[in-house]
């Protein structure tokens, strides 16, 4: 009897010892805005990036040989930088191995100071160049940068469509403006004219004023450097001015909330997506199909790089066979990965090897790939 009672009891001790090394925890960090106007771009990143959490549960992941799992601590920063610093502090704090976030450029390059300090991988989708620029050993781009982008568009629109008089408008964000300067720069180089530079804030819905102005100078297209909850307006202002020209923007344009804003007045219009149209990846359509599945709605726009952002991290942390940070960084920096967005590769500066960019067009109420 005193034989199986210690048997029943070395097989509980195994049992408990198992369930401790399976409920390790592995705390991946999220921060971006979920309250306010752009709280849609939020929610569809933690979409993403908490798909790729459970998908990695589902499977029993082990890093060095034991069993982890994985958990998304989320944390809203309001598109504020003041409020993105306090988050990236508090999550740092919470023992967070990773980084996936922040959104806003303006947001996540005060907060990459942090990380760096902390040591901790950072996989951003903000595009401002500033990010990468810094010399931080932590910081890595998972999409196309400004320069990048507002690069492809000015050629798309004064090789592709032969357009030569332009009013460029910002936002005065990190993301606007540095957006709008590159494709600025793009079409000067290429003897086309900027006949109006304007700016407004991430805030406004009322362009009358500033799109009165530009209609006096005839441009042949306005290039907006901002987000969808002020080019939605910003359109249908410009059809209701008469102005039938095209609106141009990056990838924060090219969403499902700017064809609601915008109404019918959103057809013709133009985005840029840094990476190659999701449909043309292997696994893209795989992964949109899981999506809706899950969530009940389609991608928003930023889902499918948080969610490759999280399995870049776990990809790194299986290779290095530890979670401790300080080892799983260099294999972030030379990781090799297969994600939904891109062949995922950095370069010493933390850019992609291969920073892809996609053109839009809206028709039929729809963005049509160009």
Known sequence: MKALQTAILGCMLVAELAAAAASEVVKIGFASPLTG?????GKDNQNGAQLAIDELNTRGV????????????????QADPKVGTVVAQKLIDAGIKAMV?????????????????????????????????????TTFRMMANDDQQGAALGRYATQQLKLKRF?????????????????????????????????TNDKAVDFRNILTSI?????????????DAQAGPMARQMKELGLTIPLLGGETMNTTKFLQLAGPAAEGH???????????????????????????QDIGLYAPYFYDS?????????????????????????????????????????????????????????????
């Open 270 to 296: 133009i985005a840029s997506t840094p990476g190659a149209a999701l449909e043309n990846r292997p696994g893209g359509k795989s992964f949109a199909d899981r999506y809706r599945q899950r969530y009940q």
């Open 37 to 41: 106007s752009q709280a849609h771009y």
């Open 310 to 370: 999280v399995m870049v991290i776990a990809a790194a942390m299986q290779k290095a066979g530890t979670t401790v940070p300080a080892k799983v960084l260099p294999v972030v920096r030379n990781i090799r990965h297969s994600g939904v967005t891109a062949e995922i590769a950095f370069d010493n500066s933390g850019e992609l090897q291969q920073g892809l960019l996609s053109i839009f067009k809206v028709s039929n109420g729809k963005w049509v790939l160009q």
């Open 167 to 199: 009013a460029v408008i910002d936002d005065r964000t990190a993301y606007g403006q540095g957006l709008a300067d590159a494709f600025t720069n793009t079409i000067r180089v290429a003897k086309a004219q900027v006949v109006k530079r304007e700016f």
């Open 101 to 137: 976030g922040h959104f806003n450029s303006g947001v996540t390059i005060p907060a990459s100071k942090l990380y760096a300090d902390a040591g901790i991988a950072q996989l951003s989708v903000s595009t401002n160049v500033m990010y990468t620029r810094q010399k931080l050993k």
């Open 215 to 227: 209609r006096k100078e005839n441009p042949d297209a306005i290039f907006f450097g901002g987000y």
């Open 62 to 77: 082990k890093i060095g040989g034991a069993p982890v799992r994985f958990e998304l601590i989320v944390e809203d920063d």
